[in-house]
């Protein structure tokens, strides 16, 4: 059975989710690696979040660029984006969307915030038509890597990691 979640994602909606579980997506999430992933890790340290313009309470961050050809995953255990992951849980992020394996250290960071992470597919083609309209929020001279918001419809993904658990154990 397919979980049909909208942003943005409650921590009940996270408490129902289990290692496994397929779920799609919908609604506004944003988009990020590792370029500008760390930049927002340190405004959320500091205290200046909200000159993004968005709220991180409940946000899907996936972990792609958004360039002309698309969007697809790319790694979240590469070092500036795997080390984002417990920071911007803390901020509010419920599910991070990517692709492989991560570390048992980053997989407690979650359980301990209350957020999950889950694989995408690597199917531009697909996500493309899910994918209602972008925008850049920050950070545009990064250009596809800047950080974006897309409107989405019923992104699929699997659940990787969560409760503390991992999909890969």
């Not at 694989?119 to 309209?133: D, F, M, N, R």
């Not at 918001?149 to 990787?160: F, G, N, Q």
Request: with cysteine.
């Amino acid at each position: 059975m397919v979980k049909e979640l909208t942003t943005p994602i409650t921590k009940e909606d996270i408490e129902g989710l289990q290692v496994g579980d397929t779920v799609t997506i919908s609604g506004p999430i944003l988009c990020g690696r590792d370029a500008v992933l760390p930049k927002v890790v340190k405004m959320a340290e500091n205290g200046t979040v909200d000159e993004l313009g968005v709220s991180l309470e409940g946000q899907v961050v996936f972990h792609t660029a958004v360039s002309p050809a698309g969007v697809g995953p790319t790694s979240s255990n590469k070092l500036e984006i795997e080390s984002s992951i417990g920071p911007l849980s803390k901020a509010g992020i419920r599910l991070h969307l990517g692709k492989g394996a991560l570390h048992k250290e980053t997989i407690e960071a979650l359980d301990t915030y209350g957020s999950v992470y889950a694989v995408i597919p690597p199917v531009t083609a697909l996500l493309g038509e899910k994918t209602l309209e972008q925008k850049t929020v920050a950070f545009p001279e990064e250009g596809m890597e800047a950080l974006h918001m897309l409107m989405v419809d019923r992104y699929p993904a699997i659940i990787a990691a969560a409760h503390g658990r991992s999909i890969y154990d």
